[in-house]
């Protein structure tokens, strides 16, 4: 059956192609000329993922350096055999990618209410920033970031965007300062990545995020983990591009079992993270899994003892899906209340201007109070971000 009429569907992810004065007037005067600026080359330039664009193309330079992440994948409103990696200029994108009026009219027409929105040229998460070897340029940039996200795009529409920002993360002081500069801005959560470890930093199980966690908790800022963020999942070298997309939902798998067996929900009671954009036909099984571990394992494994994982889950992860029947079947082994959609504009996997459609289509056997929580309110819940 349809979703009732009422019902605002709340997509907690999506993405912002950041437009070309995004940093202008952001930046300290010192960083000015180095900061984040669109300009026409013709060569080679990398994007966020590792991969280069070729030719005559609009991209960002940082410092000196090009980064062809002008529309990572904003392939939105193409047949899907024009479908790839890297618009290259922003003529060849829907308008709606970058222009914030232009995109609650698509939104509208996709029948989704609410976005949550990720940033495109730091990378999901800030990685863009973080490898940048100018760490005053680059803790300059994360802030001029979150400004454009917060100060400009959510605020044009504050009842249809939820600001989002990223952090420094190569420094947990500075993480902690960010998230109290952005909390006080009106953020309403916190992306990060779902395995430090993968990119050389301590690991969930090493206690070293734990100031920067307890920001989150005390702002009461949910952290998003989008698959990705961590790096691409471990695949052989010669394999096409599209093994790797159809697993990079198993690096949300990954990040759920290193959580739900360190020691972070165990000392943070109130902290919420999403899996953004890692699906959720996959958790009962995991879940099932964890727990049969840790029934055997927890007394020499250093786990603790006293709550089984599956318990840990209900209280403190949620789990995203563009279109997932497995996951709406198993949704009561999940949990209704930890289940949330997202409609991913403007990238391949979107579904516009036929979210709503496919989500109804999803949820046609699905009790009424059960699709509200689905497409609505856990979204609203969790993100603290009530109807106006």
Known sequence: MPLPKDC?????DDHVIEHKDAYKDRLP??????????????????????????????????DGEPYATLGLNAVVGKPKEQ?????????DMRPGCYDIHERIKDMDADGIHVQLSFPSLPGFAGRTFFEL???ALALACVRASNDFMIDEWCAAYPDRQ???????????????????????KGA?????????HAVGLPSWHSGHWDPMLAAMQDADLPMCLHFGTGGAPLISPDANFAVAIALFGTNSQFAMAELLLSPVFHTFDRLRVALSEGGIGWMPYLLERLD??????????GCNQDVRPSDLFRDHIFGCFISDDA???????????NVMFEADYPHSDCNWPSSRVVLEKLLADVPDDEARKIAEDNARRIYNFPRR
């Open 162 to 184: 939820i600001p989002l920002a990223i952090l420094p993360y190569w420094d947990v002081a500075l993480s902690v300062a960010e998230i109290e500069r952005v909390a006080a």
């Open 292 to 301: 049969y571990t840790w029934e055997r394992h927890r007394f020499y494994a």
């Open 133 to 135: 070897e100018d760490k």
């Open 29 to 62: 005067a010192e960083f000015a000329d180095r900061g984040p600026k669109v300009v026409e080359i013709d060569g080679e330039a990398r994007n966020a993922l590792g991969n280069t664009s070729v030719g005559r193309q609009q991209v960002w330079m940082i």
């Open 8 to 12: 605002q569907i709340v997509s907690v």
């Open 83 to 91: 479908f790839g990696l890297e618009p290259t200029r922003f003529e």
């Open 188 to 196: 309403k959560a916190i992306s990060f990545i779902e395995a430090p």
């Open 327 to 337: 996951g709406i079947e198993l949704r009561h082994a999940i949990g209704v209340e």
